[in-house]
């Protein structure tokens, strides 16, 4: 850590000295080492590529018998397929939603309301919203890279994207009291 902070032209005394790691030098050596260890030890095995996920979203489609929609991708040609996570989101969220209503494509902005009047309306517009987009109890954003083969402006926009969310959610749990509980979903082995 120490001379990687020292290449950025940082102050390498900060995490470590010829005495050893300080406060925050060991806990990044500690952060790292546990994101290290669930990525590889956790996510990344269950991480499916494009044929893994066809078959969980065709087993999932025969036992449920969904009514949610289960939408295509945006890919042409012989990639044209149904989107396989978000219907594998759709299937699961509509199994366990007990008969409420679920908005599983919000063609509006998700807005908090306060005595009947809006109070914050988010920037962008989410891919579900459970029981909808005005007073949602929870948002989320599907992302699916099966088809990617460079990933860098993709993840780039999804990382963006899910932080502009989160910092207004949290702006509106921390200054409003009112918690909606944010999701992202993110699938692609590869990725």
């Known amino acids: 850590m120490r001379s ?3 290449e950025l032209n ?5 995490v470590g000295t010829d005495r050893g790691p300080t406060v925050l030098g060991a806990t990044l050596r500690d952060y790292f080492s546990h ?5 590889e030890k956790f996510v ?3 991480l499916m590529d494009v044929e893994n996920a066809k078959a969980l ?5 025969e036992e449920l ?3 949610c929609p289960l939408p295509l991708n945006k890919q042409k040609g012989t990639k044209k397929a149904p989107a396989y996570l ?7 969220v509509e199994n366990h939603a007990g008969g409420m209503p679920c908005d599983y494509d919000p063609r509006e902005l998700t807005t908090a309301t306060k005595d009947g009047s809006p109070l914050r309306t988010l920037a962008r517009r989410v891919d579900g919203a459970f029981p909808g987009p005005v007073n949602p109890v929870a948002v989320w954003e599907i992302k699916e890279y099966y088809y990617t083969t460079t990933f860098g402006s993709r993840v780039a926009d999804g990382v963006y994207e899910t932080l502009l969310d989160g910092m207004e959610l949290e ?3 921390e200054h409003e009291g009112i918690d909606i509980k944010h999701y992202l979903i993110v699938d692609s082995h590869f990725t």
């Open 4 to 6: 990687a902070l020292h």
């Open 44 to 46: 990344e095995p269950r």
């Open 86 to 92: 978000t219907g594998i989101v759709n299937m699961l």
């Open 35 to 39: 994101r290290a260890n669930v990525l």
């Open 10 to 14: 940082l102050n390498p005394d900060s």
């Open 57 to 61: 979203f065709e087993k999932l489609r």
């Open 171 to 173: 702006e509106l749990r």
């Open 65 to 67: 018998k969904p009514k």
